[in-house]
């Protein structure tokens, strides 16, 4: 499609970058707007997401370096681990990563971290839905050969895709079904129980879309059992199992508490 946006000089700007560093705005922006109108103090929630973004972007590339079948390419090049202009990030390194010093940052500054996770919940799907049209650009994260109708065909040689082959647009489905995430989530805010709860649901669709995006996957990255399972789908699964906990138990303190102020 578009892998390369614009050089200036020595230096190569990809597309994909820049829909990247759209989707961290987006997100910032979000929760910007939500600390407003929770009577946060902006300044620190400005902090706070400059501390989250520098870890997201150190574990983004960490996770890229390490699980999606580069590193031996790294340590022959390691000056290109510094390159982040020419992407290579992957979104559960940079989750981890961001969400550790978030806890760190909210918890230090005695904020709520359920309260702030929850307000952050839906931009962070808007932003990762923005970010995926990025990797469609570049053709990072593209599907497998398929003959369906809505197929796409790469045809540009600088695209990370197999050129002239009708694929499945899995960039593009995780684009669509994270945007009908962010309306789930705007929509569970309406009927929200208890803090947390619209982070942990962010939580356990982002895995189950996740899950369900890498079934269509066919770009090189860590796959395990000849290709039956990825990285990514692991850690969906070992993301998802303590969420589904904690939502479940915070229900129950939820209920709990409602049946002992109505008696």
């Known amino acids: 499609m578009l892998p390369i946006l614009f050089e200036i000089g020595p230096i190569t700007i990809h597309t994909v970058s820049i829909f990247h560093t759209g989707g961290i705005l987006i997100g910032i922006w979000w929760l910007y707007r939500q600390a407003i109108k929770n009577r946060l103090d902006p300044q620190k929630i400005m902090d706070l997401s400059l501390v989250v973004v520098l870890w997201a972007v150190i574990g983004a590339r960490l996770f890229s370096i390490l699980f999606d079948g580069s590193l031996q390419w790294y340590l022959q090049n390691p000056v290109k681990m510094l390159m982040l202009w020419n992407g290579g990030f992957t979104f559960y390194g940079g989750f981890l990563f961001g969400l550790g010093a978030g806890i760190w940052y909210v918890r230090?500054?005695?904020m709520d971290v359920w309260k702030v996770s929850d307000m952050a919940a839906p931009g962070l799907a808007l932003g990762i839905a923005f970010g995926?049209?990025?990797?469609?650009?570049?053709?990072?994260?593209?599907?497998?050969p398929t003959d369906l109708p809505w197929a796409v065909t790469f045809s540009d040689p600088l695209s990370m895709a197999p050129t002239g082959i009708p694929l499945h647009p899995t960039q593009i489905y995780s684009t669509l079904v994270l945007l009908v995430v962010f309306g789930v989530l705007l929509w569970w805010k309406k009927q929200q129980r208890f803090k947390g709860e619209l982070f942990l649901a962010f939580i356990m669709l982002?895995?189950?879309v996740r899950s369900f995006v890498e079934i269509f996957r066919d770009d090189p990255r860590g796959?395990?059992?000849?290709g039956l399972i990825s990285t990514s789908q692991?850690?969906?699964l070992l993301v998802v199992i303590p969420a589904l906990w904690l939502f479940f138990k915070k229900l129950h303190?939820?209920?709990?508490?409602?049946l002992d102020t109505s008696q």
């Open 132 to 144: 995926r049209l990025g990797c469609f650009f570049s053709g990072d994260s593209y599907g497998k």
């Open 206 to 208: 982002y895995a189950l």
């Open 253 to 258: 303190q939820y209920k709990s508490l409602k």
């Open 108 to 110: 230090k500054h005695k």
């Open 223 to 226: 796959v395990y059992l000849d």
């Open 234 to 236: 692991i850690i969906s």
